[in-house]
């Protein structure tokens, strides 16, 4: 199957730091990515859908200042957490579709998962 | 409004028996597709199988069976024969169809998750 990666798998930052997560779809071409966060023990909830060229839509209730994504080319979408602070540790896994695809059957990949730890 | 309800957070079963997941959707959408992810420990989303909408034949793959029952908006994954690497946090997910102009961007929505420990 295709392959998505993380970088990096976690990072531990100080509150009031800026970090920076990539996501890559390593074999394939990705016009949509999607970035969810998920908390221990509990579901992936959705962040944003990164498009490959225009802005993100972020869904309701993400602040779009502090989770900056930018999808700056087919294969690398980048989610920047600004001003970090304690709260914001969690899991963070991004997903990608290959483009062309269509209907509810086609697969999304996942990474691997980034673990970020504010302290 | 789009939702997926899984109402057992935590299911134990004996390794070597067969376990059911309960997994029950509403959408209104008249096409999407189903699917269940396990996500062991280390985190990684591992795609186990997918059920459309429109398909006749419940979905099987390998020791992994969807029970889906249209009607009733359920979608059940199937275990048959426990292995203690089942154990792990399994998740149902629907994504209705995404096609260009349809204003569906192709996201998943996700259940809450069930956790399943095997036995020995």
């Known amino acids: 199957g295709a392959v998505v990666s993380q970088h990096p798998s976690w990072v531990i930052c100080k509150s009031g730091t800026s970090v920076k997560i990539e996501c890559r779809s390593l074999?394939?071409?990705?016009?949509?990515m999607f970035w969810y966060r998920q908390f221990p023990k509990q579901s992936l909830m959705l962040m944003a859908t990164s498009n490959e060229g225009s802005k993100a839509t972020y869904e309701q209730g993400v602040e779009k200042d502090k989770f900056l994504i930018n999808h700056a080319s087919l294969t690398l979408s980048t989610l920047t957490v600004t001003s970090a602070h304690p709260e914001d540790s969690s899991f963070y896994i991004c997903?990608?579709?290959?483009?062309?695809?269509?209907?509810?059957?086609?697969?999304?990949?996942f990474g691997p998962g980034t673990r970020l730890t504010v302290t | 409004a789009q939702k997926i309800t899984q109402t057992q957070p935590g299911m134990f079963v004996q390794e070597k028996e067969a376990v059911t997941l309960d997994c029950t959707y509403d959408t209104s959408d008249p096409s999407y597709g189903l699917f269940w992810y396990k996500q062991p420990s280390s985190g990684e989303m591992i795609f186990l199988i997918y059920?459309?909408?429109?398909?006749?034949q419940n979905a099987t793959e390998g020791r992994y069976s969807l029970n889906f029952q249209k009607a009733r908006k359920s979608a059940n994954l199937v275990i048959s024969a426990s292995q203690l690497g089942d154990s792990a946090m399994y998740f149902c997910?629907?994504?209705?169809?995404?096609?260009?102009?349809?204003?569906?961007?192709?996201?998943?929505?996700f259940g809450q998750g069930t956790t399943l420990q095997v036995k020995p």
């Open positions: 059920q459309g909408s429109y398909d006749q």
């Open positions: 997903s990608a579709s290959p483009p062309g695809t269509s209907g509810s059957s086609y697969e999304q990949y």
């Open positions: 074999d394939f071409q990705a016009t949509t």
């Open positions: 997910a629907m994504r209705p169809a995404h096609y260009r102009g349809s204003g569906n961007t192709g996201k998943l929505i």
